[in-house]
Every structure is written in C-alpha cells, then in structure tokens.
C-alpha cells in the first residue's frame, strides 16, 4: 500500500526528501504522516496531515521539517532541512483509512556530525 523512499547519509546541516507512494489515491486516508525509530527508543510521531491538508508537528522538528502532498501522484514528501545527528532513525511512513493502518517499510536517515 505505502512505498517510502529518500533516506540516505547525509552531514549536520543537509537535508533530504523522503517520499511515500501510496497504492491509489491518498484521499481516502483520513491521515498519512511520518513516524521515526532511532535505535533503543520507541517509535515516535514525526508529523501527520489530515485529508483536509491540516498538519501537525513534532516539537524536534518544527521549522525544520515540512509534509506536503502531490495528490495527482498519490505522494506524501517529508523536506527535512537543518537535519541534526538526532534526527538519524528509521522513518516510516503510515495512512489511516480507519479502522485500518498502513505502514510503509521504512527508510532509513543517517545524519553525521
């Protein structure tokens, strides 16, 4: 359902594009968003939009970060600017078409000091 792509090694201060495809159109997700998972710690939400373009943020990555949405290509990018070593983690994207979850399989940021 979710392709993700776009990950990468990158230094302090770069950035990266990640993607995420879906299998259709992305309007009938309620919401798609970003999660992330560094190694040891829990996964944790990154940034989500609804299907009525609303977003909401992780406090680590406001001004930083920016989802938006290419829906003639059913897409969901995530601009990552200013990218910092504790940023590095697995990013996943995911869409809700409830009472469903999709999961994407993951791509992974490595970001250097």
């Known amino acids: 359902q979710l392709q993700a792509s776009g990950g990468g090694l990158v230094q302090a201060g770069g950035s990266l594009r990640l993607s995420c495809a879906a299998s259709g159109s992305t309007f009938r997700f309620n919401r798609m968003g970003w999660y992330r998972q560094a190694p040891g710690k829990q996964r944790e939400l990154v940034v989500i939009i609804s299907k009525y373009d609303s977003t909401g943020y992780a406090d680590s990555v406001k001004g930083r970060f920016t989802i938006s949405r290419d829906n003639a290509k059913n897409t969901v990018y995530l601009q990552m600017n200013s990218l910092k070593p504790e940023d590095t983690a697995v990013y996943y994207c995911?869409?809700?078409?409830?009472?469903?979850?999709?999961w994407g399989q993951g791509t992974q940021v490595t970001v250097s000091s």
């Open positions: 995911y869409a809700e078409e409830l009472p469903l979850v999709y």
